[in-house]
C-alpha cells in the first residue's frame, strides 16, 4: 500500500493506493488546519473512478428514450450548440454550473 498526500480546495487527504488503483480516501489527522475531516467527493474518488454505473462513453437519449453512444467530439459539439441557442434565446445568465459535495451519490463519515 502506498500513502500519499494529496490536497483540493485546501483540504488535505490521504489517498491510498493498491498497486496503482485508489482504493479509500481518508482525511489526515495530522493537518493542523482540517483534522481528519474530508469532503464528500474526495471519499467518494474510488467509486466514481471504478463504480458499476459510471459513463464509459458518451450517450444520447433518442426520441423513444433510449441511450445510444455517441463519438465524444459528437456529443460536444451538440451540446455546445445548445447551450448557445439557451444563451442567444435568453441571454447569459440563463446558464449556470454549481458543484458541491452534495453531488455526489456517497455519503460516508470520514472516520
Keep these: 500500500m502506498v500513502v500519499l498526500s ?22 489526515d489527522r495530522a493537518d493542523a488546519r482540517y483534522f481528519g475531516y474530508t469532503c464528500t467527493k474526495g471519499r467518494a474518488a474510488p467509486e466514481l473512478l471504478y463504480g458499476p454505473h459510471r459513463l464509459l462513453r458518451s450517450l444520447k437519449r433518442d426520441a423513444d428514450g433510449t441511450l445510444q453512444p455517441v463519438p465524444v467530439e ?17 441571454g447569459p445568465r440563463s446558464i ?9 451519490r456517497t455519503r460516508r463519515p470520514s472516520r
Excluded: F, K, P, Y
Aim: charged content about 25%; overall charge positive.
Design 96 to 104: 449556470a454550473n454549481v458543484i458541491t459535495a452534495r453531488s455526489s
Design 74 to 90: 459528437q456529443a460536444m459539439d451538440e451540446i455546445a450548440a445548445r447551450l448557445g441557442q439557451i444563451v442567444d434565446g435568453h
Design 6 to 27: 494529496a490536497v483540493q480546495q485546501g483540504v488535505s487527504d490521504i489517498v491510498r493506493d493498491r498497486g496503482g488503483r485508489l482504493v479509500r480516501v481518508t482525511g
